[in-house]
């Protein structure tokens, strides 16, 4: 051992990482267990108080459009062919929008966002023009209210009646 003094160094440095290895194997098998439960249950209600009311008034106003809602950005956005950038990707993942407003044909018409008191934060102000640059980036108009002036029926009528319709198979 005198000619290799770093040998036994060397060894504890591989077992540690043979040791981690394997323990990183059987923590992910645990999650991935399907033969047993995992510790999830369905959010009940779905929306808040407020997105409750503004879906009902957005279906009363909008009875040819599909309104969905609490969608995420990757769902209603792709890059553009061999464009794809991973640091982007990270950045809008955990992205969503409160509604999304779709066509009959099921074109994007436009994103609503409902904006609440916690869109003051440092925080929600850079996830919010991360998610404004996305949908302006891809040509997808945002129409934003706040919680505190909810539009009545007349009012997300003419919102969304200003946004221009794209013709079926147009790229913005």
């Known amino acids: 051992m005198h000619n290799f003094p770093w040998l036994p160094l060397i060894i504890l440095v591989l077992a540690g990482a ?9 923590t992910g098998r645990r999650d991935a267990d399907l033969s047993k439960p995992w510790p999830l249950e369905a959010k009940n209600p779905l929306l808040s108080d407020p997105e409750r009311v503004l879906y009902q008034r957005l279906v009363q106003a909008l009875p ?31 992205l969503s929008v409160d509604f999304l407003i779709l066509n009959p044909d099921t074109s994007i018409r436009a994103a609503i966002e409902l904006d609440d008191r916690s869109h003051e934060r440092a925080d929600r102000k850079q996830a ?12 997808v108009p945002l129409i934003r209210w706040n919680t505190r ?8 009528g003419t919102a969304v009646g200003a946004v221009p319709v794209q013709q079926p198979g147009s790229r913005r």
């Not at 043979?18 to 059987?26: H, S």
């Not at 002036?149 to 997300?156: F, G, M, T, V």
């Open 18 to 26: 043979v040791v981690a290895a394997l323990k990183g194997k059987t």
């Open 64 to 94: 040819d459009h599909i309104i969905l809602a609490q969608v995420q950005l990757l769902q209603a956005l792709q890059f553009k062919r061999g464009q794809r950038s991973q640091a982007l990707l990270n950045r809008i993942s955990q």
């Open 128 to 139: 919010d023009a991360r998610k404004t640059h996305a949908l302006q980036s891809a040509g």
């Open 149 to 156: 002036s909810l539009p009545d029926i007349a009012a997300i």
